[in-house]
């Protein structure tokens, strides 16, 4: 028997409650157990025994855990507790660390063995890392709508008809994956969940992988095939609140066992319960299931969504810092990170709260990475300006290396910014249609040579303008038309360039891998800035406004040797073609406090990259002249 200890659980260092509560499948049967400190009675109901709980009643051990054995139960019968609360009410409840749940609408849980799946992905475990100095490509999807029978859910769909199964799709998906070069997928919330249209986060299984699209051991296969063909997997996890369904946690013996009292902070902006971050039980609750999806699925990392709702009350600055929900988050990520071999912790964070992804032992709360959100805002609220106007607004887009290396940030275009009426990335750029492909390679080029890794959400890469709907697959068929095929090679080569190349990944979190060549020049709407490793090096070159520049001067480092490896605006991609065939040698002519100089051309709305070669000569030196004083 498991050595549970109910102190541990209690003082919330409890990392594998799992393995205690829940319904474990034993020789001749079934172990149930579940937590109601205050509840009168608790009775036992499911298939086995035809939900009638009178002969079924849990044994309360003095400690609010009730327990029962069933030898008849067994795998795939559905199952709830009968609860006869403190208030009086009796309610059906879903195990709070069941394993597996009906389909939605039902509400059942379902008993599921965990063992029977075997892993072969032992070496990738073994060879894993943080990925700070390596390519680390995000590719975020709702694993429901990437692909789905018919294009989608419609009235006449029948049940086995709404989504494709977790295995069914591993194949297409890992090929897809690595054709467009990213290194992760992240999959929105997968614990499960009873409205389609929260996507999982208003999570009511904790333990339990949606229903949807099938059973724990495909969810497995689909890890370990995604392992086994170098690709890792991300979970994203809603600790904050929780559905208020009544079937759910919420009120679960008759109190707020996991909320927070209704006189306090009970309901979260979302309309849902804030988990009470402060009580043991919840904090072992919560940090066990997060160990759960590393453990039992080996999932390569967690992103942990809404943070500032952890730093502050209600995720607002004024009403003050909330200690011991951040006492748990460090207790929570420390735990993690020595106990998972290098799992990947990545916060979804919009405050300015410090040292985010600082380690715990030195006073941090100990994630991997934060979300650059202020980056993601400023970018893109930059793109949708009228170009004249940019030129007042030249810091949104200089300004985010002034704070960068604070944190180690990620930078995100996720899918909270295609929905809701916000339009879609491309959709958001100024202009008419031709000139919103132009503006949007450019972002994405900047996007992919910024410090800092890279988050993209399906359907970004085909330029998509319909806002992401989870009942609707992408618009593929949008790659039939040259638009839209043009922008998904760009993707396409653009996310190989940085993965290819260590100047645009090894010295991210590192200062001495970046470089502005102009950061100010407003006038023009341009950027140029150096990216470089002990390796390599790259010459990067945004232009903002509808205006070609030809024998453009731009300074650099040492006597070098320009080549252009990338052009936004390259005819393949559907721009105008203006480029750079030859290769461009510069001048020993100081510029812009750079000893040398080259003459580029731009392209309008294009940005160029290209690779630096030194050159081994010897170099004018530069001479200030002294300032004079007219008298």
Sequence with gaps: MLDFSSEVFYRGECFYAYKYFGAHITDGGVMFRVYAPAARRVELIGEFNGWNGENSA?????????????????????????????????????????????????????????????????????????????????????????????????????????????????????????????????????????????????????????????????????????????????????????????????????????????????????????????????????????????????????????????????????????????????????????????????????????????????????????????????????????????QYHHNKINWSMAYFYNERYLLPLSHDEVVHGKATIVNKMWGLYGEKFSQARSLYTYMFTHPGKKLNFMGNEIAQFREWDETKEPDWFLLEYPSHKGFARFFNDISAVMEAHPAFYKHDYDSSGFLWIDANDNHNNIYSYIRKSEKDAFIVIMNCAPVTHENFPIGTEYPCELTEILNTEWDIYGGCNVRNDKKIKSEDIPYNNFPCTAKVTIPPFGTVIFEVKKINRPVKRMTVKPKTTRK
């Design 58 to 390: 849990m044994k309360n051990d003095g400690r609010g855990f009730y327990e029962l054995f069933v030898p008849n139960a067994c795998e795939g019968q559905m199952y709830k507790y009968r609860v006869y609360q403190a208030n009086g009410r009796i309610v059906d409840k879903a195990d709070p660390y069941a394993f597996a749940s009906e389909l939605r609408p039902g509400t059942a849980s379902i008993i599921a063995s965990l063992d029977k799946f075997k892993f072969t992905d032992s070496k990738w475990i073994n060879s894993r890392t943080k990925l700070y100095d390596e390519p680390f490509n995000i590719y975020e999807i709702h694993f429901g709508s990437w692909k789905m029978p018919n294009g989608g859910i419609t009235e006449e769909s029948k049940p086995d008809e709404l989504w494709y199964n977790y295995s069914e799709i591993a194949d297409e998906l890992i090929a897809y994956v690595k054709e467009h070069h990213f290194t992760h997928i992240e999959i929105l919330p997968l614990a499960e969940h009873p409205f389609d249209g929260s996507w999982g986060y208003q999570a009511a299984g904790y333990f339990s992988a949606t229903s949807r699209y099938g059973k724990p051991q495909d969810l497995m296969e689909f890890i370990n095939k995604c392992h086994n063909n170098g690709i890792g997997v991300i979970i994203d996890f809603a600790f904050v609140h929780f559905v208020r369904d009544d079937y759910a946690m919420g009120m679960f013996d008759g109190t707020p066992l996991y909320e927070y009292p209704p006189s306090d902070v009970n309901q979260s902006e979302w309309g849902s319960y804030n988990f009470n971050l402060s009580k043991g039980e919840v904090q072992s609750f919560l940090m066990s299931s997060a160990a759960f999806w590393l453990d039992i699925y080996h999932f390569d990392g967690i992103r942990m969504d809404a943070i500032s709702n952890a730093i502050y009350w209600m995720g607002n600055k004024d009403r003050g810092i909330n200690d011991r929900a951040l006492d748990f988050v460090r207790k929570m990520n420390w735990n993690l990170d020595n106990t998972f071999r290098n799992v990947i912790l990545i916060a979804e964070d919009s405050t300015d709260f410090p040292n985010v992804t600082r380690p715990v032992e030195k006073g941090g709360l100990g994630f991997d990475y934060k979300w650059d959100l202020g980056w993601m805002n400023d970018t893109l609220e930059y793109f949708k300006l009228d170009p004249f106007l940019r």
